[in-house]
């Protein structure tokens, strides 16, 4: 499936339409491809886990070519602002996502975005050959500050969504 599609498809799979951060649109789309789904993007690994300039590309040229919305909202008492993705209202989902990666992008949808940035990070590393207790050591040593026991035992259950979706 084109990453173009995943994205809308993705956006169009959840309640409201709309996914609140570029860092989780990029692990929602990790995620969904980890669950078994064919796509022609590649990943490296970054401090925030699994980034793909091919997902990165898409992204600003679909918000170019008006696929996709691109919103600034404010977050935060500090004056920061978030990046808020969403679909036109004249937009036609040409592909939908096959049932599985459906439900995998709601149930996950439900979970924090540091909760999606330590599931993505361990599922690399389980990609890249290393067994699930290696790869939650390895996120551990990566993001200390984040990879604590509770954020650990919920990417832990993503996790395990991604992967009975195989």
Same mark, same amino acid.
């Given at each position: 499936?084109?990453? #173009?599609?995943? $994205?809308?498809?993705?956006?169009?799979? /959840?309640?409201?339409?709309?996914?609140?951060?570029?860092?989780?649109? #990029?692990?929602?789309?990790? /995620?969904?491809?980890?669950?078994?789904?064919?796509?022609?993007?590649?990943?490296?690994?970054?401090?925030?886990?699994?980034?793909?300039?091919?997902?990165?590309?898409?992204?600003?040229?679909?918000?170019?070519?008006?696929?996709? @919305?691109?919103?600034?909202?404010?977050?935060? $008492?500090?004056? %920061?602002?978030? %990046?808020?993705?969403? /679909?036109?209202?004249?937009?036609?989902? /040409?592909?939908?996502?096959?049932?599985?990666?459906?439900?995998?992008?709601?149930? $996950? @949808?439900?979970?924090?975005?540091?909760?999606?940035?330590?599931?993505?990070?361990?599922?690399?590393?389980?990609?890249?050959?290393?067994?699930?207790?290696?790869?939650?050591?390895? %996120?551990?040593?990566?993001?200390?500050?984040?990879?604590?026991?509770?954020?650990?035992?919920?990417?832990?259950?993503?996790?395990?969504?991604?992967?009975?979706?195989?």
């Amino acid at each position: 499936m084109k990453i #173009q599609d995943v $994205i809308v498809s993705i956006i169009n799979a /959840l309640p409201e339409k709309k996914i609140e951060g570029k860092k989780r649109l #990029q692990k929602l789309v990790y /995620l969904v491809q980890y669950s078994d789904l064919e796509t022609n993007a590649t990943y490296k690994i970054s401090h925030f886990g699994p980034f793909s300039r091919d997902v990165a590309k898409t992204i600003d040229l679909m918000v170019a070519v008006g696929l996709i @919305n691109e919103r600034e909202e404010p977050s935060g $008492i500090y004056g %920061t602002y978030k %990046t808020v993705y969403s /679909l036109p209202s004249n937009i036609r989902t /040409l592909k939908k996502l096959p049932e599985k990666q459906f439900v995998v992008a709601s149930e $996950i @949808n439900r979970y924090t975005t540091i909760e999606l940035e330590v599931a993505s990070t361990i599922a690399f590393f389980m990609r890249s050959g290393n067994r699930f207790k290696t790869a939650v050591e390895k %996120t551990k040593n990566m993001k200390p500050s984040k990879a604590i026991p509770p954020v650990i035992q919920k990417a832990e259950k993503i996790v395990e969504v991604v992967k009975n979706a195989n």
